[in-house]
């Protein structure tokens, strides 16, 4: 029998793809199911793009690309983020990886081993402390609260640095949550990283450019006397529907370039080259697509929460960003995942329990609106209808 090494125990999983193939297993036996589960847009990825990829194959791009990336695709991010936040940036410092999961992968690899601490958002994406447990550091979770919007108190995230804290994750707008952290609070956890530089922050804001009722994103590579100790996560996958392309990049500070780069030609070698010339034409091409898809997600976002603020036992509070309403179900009397699992059977509607994202996700359950509102306004009538006078045994 094969023996694996002992830190395989401590590796999770994405629960997400669990209840998309249970979901899907439903479908084959004949059940409609509306899936309000699965954290990708609905849309398709728009055509210049996908010709561009086209056009790159065509032309011959074949071959291996340099690891950390073609250099036209790493000046295009360097182009978009500073037109998007004023912000100059060294394409020696861009790394381009297969979707954001690498910049996480690669980052907890980096900074966790036994005797560490990395503090990371709970609720929030679980490919996090696996892989903080995988690594054998501590995971220190960041309580993400509903009553603050499911920001945080950046000075409680202060104050819980330790010598032992190598690595801060933040994510904003967040997954599950759709929180979205204020300048005022970045401001405070920025003060207080300037005064531990042993400690690095992985700023995840693959949904930057998913914010509603006016609310702005600060980028944390605006803060210049933190920017060698911030790796920024970002990339195609949201944004321009592109999930399936697997293509995101990273800002690494300085000191760090090399070390991510050799890590990923241990792991990964490359980046498809066609993927690569579709990711310019997305940053470089015309951007109507992007601002319908987020018009598009602000009315699913509007139409959401006031059908599930009149579900029996069911509040939510407002998302800022993003594309997921993460409603309180305490008052159903039900646990997270009873109610997921009793909606997704009996109610062919497919969700995600609160605790799939972190020890503080009981009580809440993870709705994507990234479906038509005809289906969600269908979801909820399900749910309302196998919920309407249902006690829990």
């Not at 999961?101 to 980096?110: D, V």
């Not at 210049?224 to 790796?231: A, F, G, L, M, S």
Request: with cysteine.
């Amino acid at each position: 029998m094969a023996i694996l090494a002992k830190n395989m125990e401590f590796l999770g999983t994405e629960t997400a793809f669990e209840v998309l193939a249970r979901a899907a297993e439903l479908e084959r036996q004949g059940k409609e199911i509306i899936n309000l589960g699965i954290g990708q847009p609905d849309f398709k990825t728009p055509p210049h793009i996908v010709e561009a990829a086209i056009k790159a194959l065509k032309d011959g791009h074949h071959g291996y690309t340099p690891s950390q990336g073609i250099l036209p695709l790493r000046e295009a991010v360097s182009r978009d983020l500073y037109n998007r936040y004023n912000v100059e940036i060294d394409p020696d410092l861009v790394m381009i990886l297969p979707g954001g999961k690498p910049t996480m992968f690669f980052s907890i690899l980096m900074f966790g081993e036994p005797g560490t601490e990395i503090l990371y958002p709970d609720p929030g994406f679980p490919i996090y402390r696996s892989m903080i447990e995988y690594c054998g550091a501590k995971p220190v979770p960041i309580h993400l609260k509903e009553e603050n919007e499911f920001s945080f108190d950046a000075e409680e995230v202060v104050s819980r640095i330790t010598p032992e804290t190598r690595l801060i994750i933040l994510n904003t707008p967040g997954n599950p949550t759709g929180g979205v952290v204020g300048e005022r609070e970045l401001d405070i956890l920025v003060r207080g990283l300037a005064e531990n530089p042993h400690t690095v922050l992985l700023a995840d804001e693959i949904y930057s450019q998913m914010l509603y009722e006016g609310r702005v994103h600060k980028c944390l590579l605006t803060y210049p006397e933190v920017r060698d100790q911030i790796i920024l996560l970002d990339g195609w996958s949201k944004t321009y529907a592109m999930t399936g392309w697997r293509l995101g990049f990273s800002v690494w500070p300085r000191n760090l370039i090399e070390k991510v780069n050799r890590l990923a030609v241990n792991c990964h070698s490359c980046v498809n080259a066609a993927t690569q010339y579709a990711g310019i034409a997305a940053l470089e091409g015309p951007q109507e697509r992007v601002h319908e898809m987020v018009a598009a997600f602000d009315e699913r976002r509007k139409v959401i929460v006031e059908l599930l603020n009149q579900l029996p036992g069911f509040s939510c509070i407002d998302p800022g960003g993003a594309f997921y309403a993460f409603p309180n179900i305490t008052k159903t009397g039900f646990t997270s995942m009873e109610i997921q699992n009793k909606i997704l059977e009996e109610a062919g509607v497919a969700t995600i329990a609160g605790p799939s994202f972190g020890i503080h996700g009981e009580g809440y359950i993870r709705f994507s609106y990234a479906n038509s509102i005809e289906n969600i306004r269908l979801a909820a009538r399900r749910i309302d209808e196998l919920l309407d006078g249902t006690q829990a045994s």
